[in-house]
């Protein structure tokens, strides 16, 4: 993060912090640590994982020849670092020694598109909270910097990532919910948007709380759907956060909140651009 941040510092104001801060982190761990890829590629991967997410329909054609592409390239991949074994967490994957049914090419492949995708995840988040600070919130952040990861959290609670509620599940059964008859065969979509602002767990839940100290949030799911990145996405958050704050503690955005332009083209809800001053 300091050097994300250096190379900031060098450029001219305004500058804008999804390029110099939300997107590079989140690519370079799952990369370099993960698929061992270098530093030069990490570009193909940002771009192939956008293309994936993209839901206008003008780009259907070109969504769908994306994602083909994409797991054809994890699949070599895959195969090479069965050939090739490295220090990354996919030559570990596939090595794997004592296991009934060692992960073939095409399974490599698959995870390593969920974790891609799962990368980007971060860089939204992390774009949503800084905007959210930086239009309103931040002085009071700077002034109990001991309480960020309960910010943090109350952020991730508060501030959807997603347009709409995300994968429909079909009842496989059925049932009675709240009032509602839900038969077998019918599609359901669950909304963690709800959950997240549900009144009877949440005082005041459409509201942003600083001071908030629940973390009974959903947004990384629950039980066995729980995202395993959760932890990772938590400390990269505390970390880019801690190292803004302490770096600048002059920063705000460069002109208004509402020229701020917002993804429309994609499943997620993030700011295009954040232009700063410090």
Known sequence: MNELLDKMVGTDMPADLVRHLSSPPPLAVVTSEIFGISESDRSWFQERAATLMTVAAQRNAETAKGKV??????????????????????????????????????????LGQVIVV????????????????????????RSRPGQLADVIEEMLRFLPFRQGVGIPRVATEDVALSGTEIRAGDAVHVSHLNANRDDEVF??????????????HMTFGHGPHRWPGAQ???????VALAALLRRFPKLRLAGEAGDIEWDTESIWRFPLALPTRW
């Open 232 to 238: 990772l996405a938590r400390l990269e958050m505390q």
């Open 69 to 110: 592409g994409f797991t054809r390239v994890l699949h070599r991949v895959g195969w090479r670092r069965r050939k090739e074994s490295g220090s990354d967490r996919l030559s570990a994957m596939g090595r794997v020694e004592g296991a009934d049914e060692p992960l073939t090419n095409t399974e490599l492949a698959m």
């Open 203 to 216: 005082s005041h839940p459409h509201q942003l709380d600083p001071r908030r100290k629940s973390t009974q």
């Open 118 to 141: 799962a990368s980007d995840t971060r860089t939204v988040e992390l774009s949503n909270m800084l905007y959210s600070l930086l239009r309103r919130h931040l002085a009071e952040l």
